[in-house]
DNA sequence: TTTTATAGAATGAACGTTCTATCTAATGGT
DNA sequence: ACCATTAGATAGAACGTTCATTCTATAAAA
């Protein structure tokens, strides 16, 4: 980790955005850009993406409502344009994982979940990830959004399965994976006291059994 | 299963209201408020809780949005109401896990872990929970029902694990089974593709783990 | 001097809620 | 049994607000 600090969507550029060839003003662009879409999600989670109202995304934002339009043709396409960052991020985070060590994959696999459970660091990321989820549900548009990043984040991970830990069946156990670690983010709305000194150990257990091959296979 | 056909929410009427003891007056009030809330369930998973209006609702219901008002008193205890009830269904379907024999309940679990995957049939139920999920996120009294219902659903099933399986941490292994049934859930949405024949045998492998004491215990 | 950036007013629709009016069902006194 | 009176059921218009979006105008940059 030699990089200097980075803000979360800068990290993206590094990924997605060929911030080199870019001109001055395509970079102030995208710069109030991302000035919007910081606004818009903080309002989202705060509000739902319907309960929040352009004017208050401008406000979050500091900017007027007309000047908004002038980056985005339109509310559903922040939306949109939101979707695509997390998603972006989320498949950054699985590259991190890749360049590990096969032996330190399960182990920070669990640390992630310790996380998940103990601190509220994710609690943004969660809240926004399930509010994506919930307009997924109506918004075809925004479901196919989604559905392309989660085939190329499945495509990742199973990837890391099949040739780093050389498991088969490696897209099932991706699938429960996932279904594990949703579900666990989930969980702490429901149960808010959830401590995680008992959790531990039998989630560990579970990581044992999707990360290693059955005797019987 | 001699019982006629019933809706999903004449059932919670068995278990939570006093049918006997009501007037026809009271009945008829009730009967009304159950057709809102049927209607606005429909709206609100087709649309969102802040992206369905009262006239939608009420064209659902057909009657007039004064009438509804009659009824309830802001949209908000409607919504209040629906939380209520969608719990007292769930409260309701593990209270029938408890009435099964214990080598059974293993495999009544891995079946409703098929339905959720393979059927629509609880495609509707999923989507308002994701709904339900989305609001408690951002609504404190939300949150207070969904966590005081959770709180009752957690003892009744940690309850079956101990008593009827003779499970130890059976807090933990509840929760744990929860996380990946709701995380299943969802995974359906951003993978609609999802094939059960390979997913199945992991899943029952799960299962064992989170279902049956340990070695080393 | 022509784009681009920016703010803010204008617009028309939709929102949640309340008000008013009518119609139906129950109640009570005789 | 019958009318008077009250309570509840119901519809729909009305209200004030907020919504997403567009329009107009000005300031800055190229």
Redesign the interface.
């Known amino acids: 980790m030699v990089r200097r600090n980075m803000s979360r969507h800068e990290k993206v550029d590094l990924v997605q955005k060929a911030h080199k060839t870019m001109t001055g003003a395509e970079k102030r662009r995208e710069a109030r850009r991302d000035q919007v879409l910081d606004a818009a999600s903080a309002c989202f ?7 929040a109202g352009m004017a208050k995304v401008a406000k979050k934002a500091q900017m007027s409502v007309g000047h908004i339009y002038h980056y985005f043709e339109s509310k559903e396409a922040i939306i949109a344009a939101i979707v695509d960052r997390e998603s972006e991020l989320a498949v950054e985070r699985f590259a991190e994982l890749y360049a590990l060590p096969s032996d330190e994959i399960a182990a920070a696999m669990i640390n992630r979940a310790e996380d998940i459970v103990v601190t509220k660091s994710d609690a943004f990321q969660s ?1 926004l990830n ?2 994506i ?6 918004n075809p548009h925004i ?1 196919a959004i ?2 392309e990043h ?2 190329k984040i ?1 495509g990742l991970f199973s990837n890391i399965l099949n040739t780093k830990l050389g498991l088969t ?1 490696a ?3 991706t ?2 994976l ?7 983010a ?2 702490v ?4 006291g ?1 401590k995680r000194e ?2 531990i ?3 560990q ?2 990581m044992h ?2 990360l290693n091959e ?1 005797a019987n296979a």
């Open positions: 989670v705060e509000h739902g993406f319907h309960g809240a399930l509010e989820q919930a307009e997924a549900q109506r479901a989604l559905q989660d085939k499945r069946d897209d099932a156990r699938e429960l996932m279904s594990l670690f949703g579900g666990l989930s969980r709305l429901r149960n808010p959830l008992k959790l150990p039998l989630f257990s579970l059994n999707l059955p």
